[in-house]
C-alpha cells in the first residue's frame, strides 16, 4: 500500500478558488491510478475525479465538470485537485485515493490506499 497525505483545504467564498495536493510516499507512485472523492455530513462518499497512471487521462463527475481538474506530478508522487468557482455543495471533507485498477477507476471499492482527508467548506 502506499501513504497518502493530503493538504490544501480551508475556508472560501463561494465564486472561489482551492487547490488540493496530495502527496505519497514510496517509490511505486506511477503504478497507482489516483483519485479524489469527498464526502459531506450524513452523505456517502463520493466520486470527484480520477487520472490515470501515466497516460493522464482523466474523468470527472458531472457536478465539478469544467470547474474543478485533477493532475498528477509523477517526479514530485503528488497529485493536485485545483477547484475552480467553488458552490456551498461542494462543502465536504476531501480524500486522495490510490488505485492499482487498470484504467479510471470510480467508485470507492476500486481503491485500495486512503489520505485523511482535508476539509473545504464554501460560505456562500
Known amino acids: 500500500q502506499v501513504q497518502l497525505v493530503e493538504s490544501g483545504g480551508g475556508l472560501v467564498q463561494a465564486g472561489g478558488s482551492l487547490r488540493l495536493s496530495c502527496t505519497a510516499s514510496?517509490?511505486?507512485?506511477?503504478?497507482?491510478?489516483m483519485g479524489w472523492f469527498r464526502q459531506a455530513p450524513g452523505k456517502e462518499r463520493e466520486f470527484v475525479s480520477a487520472?490515470?497512471?501515466?497516460?493522464?487521462?482523466?474523468n470527472y463527475a458531472d457536478s465539478v465538470k469544467g470547474r474543478f481538474t485533477i493532475s498528477r506530478e509523477n517526479t514530485k508522487n503528488a497529485v493536485y485537485l485545483q477547484m475552480n468557482s467553488l458552490k456551498p455543495e461542494d462543502t465536504a471533507v476531501y480524500y486522495c485515493?490510490?488505485?492499482?485498477?487498470?484504467?479510471?477507476?470510480?467508485?470507492?471499492?476500486?481503491?485500495?490506499?486512503w489520505g485523511q482527508g482535508t476539509q473545504v467548506t464554501v460560505s456562500s
Open positions: 514510496g517509490r511505486t507512485f506511477t503504478t497507482y491510478a
Open positions: 487520472i490515470g497512471r501515466l497516460i493522464y487521462n482523466t
Open positions: 485515493a490510490a488505485s492499482t485498477k487498470v484504467g479510471l477507476p470510480s467508485t470507492p471499492t476500486d481503491f485500495g490506499s
